[in-house]
Structures are given as structure tokens and as C-alpha cells.
């Protein structure tokens, strides 16, 4: 990791904040090795006092400007501290004018849970699930496309985005969701990746925050 941080070097910056664990991971694409550099803050609801530190702890400022790329994970999750992680992504992106990707917290977890399904369902669609207090349950729809072998990113379509469901009969096989961003981070940087790869522009204006529960009761409208 000496030499990790460099004046040539064009980084990769990818910020997971969906649960009250803070994920950052930073890639070097000039780096042959393909050293992801990635800490998890468990910082709880300080994350406001705290955000700029801890991204600049894994990257620090001086370097920003050398940043090609950011992804950010958009929800569903803690709602103060995806927005405010998505603010700062989107606050850089538009400064250093690079893409800025985006990616729902169950897609990233897809990966991970998938594995738990029936061989038999492997390449079939499937649900994320959450129970939300006092909301009801919120879910998203997945399919495995194709397991890149050369940089291991697992390709999955997102159906349905997360959102609140009605009837939970409807949604089968479903798997609950699983917090882990130690895992999720890397996911999250190796997506980055594979759209720098396929030179995507991703416009900062259109990453937005996933609300499955609005805070407006349209009832009252």
C-alpha cells in the first residue's frame, strides 16, 4: 500500500452508507496489481460529523481531483445517511466532472444471496425482502445474467427496484436481506469497474435515493 496513492494514479471511489455501517473502497485503475483499498467506519447516526473524514482517511483530498469515477449505493436503507452520502458523491462527481454510477443496496447483496437459492433456481428470477416497522415489507426483483470470471463481478439484472409491497404472497422464491458491507464495498467497486470498462457515462444529476415508504401521505392530497 505504499505506493498505493500517486500523482498518475486515476482512482475509483465507491460509498456504501445503507445501514449504520459507512463503506468505502477505492481502486487504482493504473494499479496492475489491482489493489482495492476498503475500510468499513461503524459509526452509527454520526455519519454527518464524520463523512468527510472518513473518505479522506482512504482517499486522501489531494487525490480527489484524481478521481475517474464514483458509485454509490442509493437504497433501500438508513435514510438520512444515504442522502447524505449520495449528496457528497454527486457533489464531487459534478466537481471533478466524472461519472457518477449508482446501485441499490439489495442489488449488491444479490451476489451474495443468490447462493442461497435451489440449484434448480440459480438463473431464475428472484426477491430481496425487508420487514420495515410499522411499514410493511419492501422488496426487489433479481436475475443472474452471467459471472464474469475474469474480474469475478456477478452480473444481475434489477427486475423490480426496491419497493413497498402489497400482497408478500406475490413475491417468490424471496430471500431476506443480509447486511454485510465489508462485501457489499467490494461488490460496489467491481460494478464501478465493469462500467468504466464498458466506458458508461453515468450523468450525477440522475442518482437519486431510493424511498420505498414516502414521507407525503398522498391519502391526505
Known amino acids: 500500500m505504499q505506493n ?15 445501514s449504520e455501517s459507512f463503506g468505502i473502497a477505492v481502486k487504482d485503475t493504473e494499479n496492475h496489481e489491482k ?8 459509526i452509527g447516526r454520526s455519519l454527518s460529523n464524520k463523512l ?18 464514483i ?12 442522502r447524505l452520502t449520495i449528496s457528497m458523491a454527486r457533489t464531487i462527481a459534478q466537481q471533478v466532472n466524472c461519472s457518477l454510477d449508482s446501485i441499490s443496496s439489495f442489488h449488491l447483496m444479490a451476489s451474495r444471496l443468490y447462493k442461497d437459492l435451489n440449484k434448480s433456481q440459480i438463473y431464475y428470477p428472484f426477491w430481496i425482502k425487508d420487514t420495515l416497522p410499522r ?5 426487489g426483483k433479481y436475475k443472474l445474467i452471467k459471472i464474469h470470471k475474469e474480474s469475478n463481478y456477478h452480473e ?7 419497493k413497498l409491497i402489497i400482497n ?3 413475491i417468490n422464491p424471496a430471500i431476506y436481506s443480509s447486511n454485510n458491507v465489508e462485501k457489499d464495498i467490494i461488490s460496489l467497486i467491481e460494478f464501478s469497474q465493469y462500467c468504466q470498462t464498458l466506458k458508461i457515462n453515468s450523468n450525477w444529476q440522475q ?3 431510493i424511498y420505498p415508504t414516502s414521507p407525503i401521505d398522498h391519502k391526505k392530497l
Open 4 to 18: 498505493f496513492y500517486t500523482s498518475k494514479s486515476k482512482y475509483l471511489l465507491a460509498l456504501h452508507s445503507c
Open 35 to 42: 489493489i482495492i483499498k476498503s475500510e468499513v467506519f461503524n
Open 52 to 69: 468527510f473524514s472518513c473518505v479522506e482517511k482512504i482517499l486522501p483530498k489531494e487525490f480527489w481531483t484524481q478521481i475517474i469515477r
Open 71 to 82: 458509485s454509490v449505493a442509493k437504497g433501500p436503507g438508513s435514510f438520512t445517511s444515504t
Open 135 to 139: 411499514r410493511g415489507i419492501v422488496a
Open 156 to 162: 444481475f439484472n434489477e427486475l423490480i427496484a426496491p
Open 168 to 170: 408478500e404472497k406475490e
Open 207 to 209: 442518482t437519486l435515493p
